[in-house]
Structures are given as structure tokens and as C-alpha cells.
């Protein structure tokens, strides 16, 4: 069983910056095996895939919306996946979720979240124009 509490989310302009944060809780050396990534949602738009990173911190997946201004990172001392969100543009309003799924590596494309396994409750980002 995993976990996850998001937290960080909130209001902020247009090109302004906000960093997400996911902390799991799970049995003793569960979270080795879980690749722990994020997702949003829009109104009215389907599940999106954002980025993913794997326990080892050497596999990483980046949508192609966010390629270059977010950066996922873990602190696997702490069981946290941070996701730092530069650059924002109002497009990127939407709840964002943490997954976790049990696989080593992360996809190179199509990151999806019929594959994920464990969710959190999610956190609002809004950014005004």
C-alpha cells in the first residue's frame, strides 16, 4: 500500500513559478520499485500525463507541454517527488496529481494514468493571465 499527500499547489501570474510537492508513505522499501509521477487535470480535458521519475532518479519523462520549463525531482531520504513548475503559462491550470506505479524505469512516451496504481488527492494550480 502507497500513500501520497501533494502539497504546494496555489495561485500565481502568468511566467511566475510554484514547486509541487509529493510525500509517500509506504512499507519498508516499497517505494524502490514505484516509479512516482504527476498528472493534470482540466476541466472538461482528459488525465494528462506531466512527468515521471524513477526510484533511481535515472529515468525521468517529461510531456511534451512542459519539456524545458518543469523539472521533476526525488529526495527518496524524505519518500518526496518534487516538481518545480517555471515559466507557468495559464494553460497549465488544472488539479495536479501524484501517481505511483510499480515499474523501474519510466516510459519514453505515453505516459499514462490507466497504469498508475496509487493516487493522491490532488492540489489546485491556477494561473491568471
Known amino acids: 500500500q502507497v500513500q501520497l499527500v501533494e502539497s504546494g499547489g496555489g495561485l500565481v501570474q502568468a511566467g511566475g513559478s510554484l514547486r509541487l510537492s509529493c510525500a509517500a508513505t509506504?512499507?519498508?522499501?516499497?517505494?524502490?520499485?514505484?516509479?512516482i509521477g504527476w498528472f493534470r487535470q482540466a476541466p472538461g480535458k482528459e488525465r494528462e500525463g506531466v512527468s515521471c521519475?524513477?526510484?533511481?532518479?535515472?529515468?525521468?519523462y517529461y510531456g511534451d507541454s512542459v519539456k524545458g520549463r518543469f523539472t521533476i525531482s526525488r529526495d527518496n531520504a524524505k519518500n518526496t517527488v518534487y516538481l518545480q513548475m517555471n515559466s507557468l503559462k495559464p494553460e497549465d491550470t488544472a488539479v495536479y496529481f501524484c501517481?505511483?506505479?510499480?515499474?523501474?524505469?519510466?516510459?519514453?512516451?505515453?505516459?499514462?494514468?490507466?497504469?498508475?496504481?496509487?493516487w493522491g488527492q490532488g492540489t489546485q494550480v491556477t494561473v491568471s493571465s
Open positions: 509506504a512499507p519498508s522499501d516499497t517505494l524502490d520499485y514505484y516509479t
Open positions: 521519475i524513477s526510484s533511481s532518479d535515472d529515468s525521468k
Open positions: 501517481a505511483a506505479e510499480a515499474r523501474l524505469v519510466c516510459p519514453r512516451k505515453d505516459y499514462s494514468h490507466s497504469d498508475q496504481e496509487y
